[in-house]
């Protein structure tokens, strides 16, 4: 039977003829590059001239804006003075001319309202009270004291 070689030495033979190969290959083709050098400085070379021109042209324009200034905010408490309660009565002058069976001059009384609605009406009890009104003191159209006070989850004008 005869001997199988190793991997490594297969590669060593395999590479070794190779190389003695392409050693007697390049004598001959060595020979036959010295004529084509030859016959080519013979002929005239070409020149070749290349002239390259670039022009680049760039614009840029930049316009600043000019970031926004900070906006300064006062703020200003202003006491808003409790309503003041006006009353007016008015009384019938009696006549002086003593008695008879005249009617008798009795007093009328009449009062406004200090605080009205925005519709110009004099407020009644019951009704629903503005912000700027809380804790105001006004009469009814009547001349009945009422305030506005918290009541059952809102603020309403309740007598005082």
């Not at 003041?84 to 001319?97: D, E, I, L, M, Y």
Request: proline share 5%; glycine share 10%; charged share 15%.
């Amino acid at each position: 039977m005869p001997k199988v070689l190793s991997r490594r030495k297969q590669f060593w033979i395999g590479g070794t003829a190779l190389l003695v190969l392409g050693a007697a290959g390049c004598s001959q083709s060595g020979q036959d590059d010295a004529a084509k050098v030859a016959a080519a400085s013979a002929r005239p070379a070409p020149t070749v001239t290349v002239t390259v021109t670039a022009t680049a042209t760039a614009t840029a324009t930049e316009t600043a804006t000019p970031a926004p200034a900070p906006t300064v905010t006062k703020t200003k408490t202003v006491k808003v003075p409790s309503p003041t309660v006006t009353k007016t009565v008015t009384r019938a002058a009696s006549s002086g001319s003593g008695g008879s069976g005249g009617s008798s001059g009795g007093a009328a009384k009449t009062s406004t309202c200090s605080i009205r609605s925005n519709a110009g009406n004099c407020y009644s009890a019951g009704q629903f009270c503005r912000n700027s009104d809380h804790g105001a003191l006004t009469t009814t159209a009547s001349g009945a004291r009422i305030k506005c006070n918290y009541s059952g989850s809102a603020w309403r004008w309740s007598y005082a």
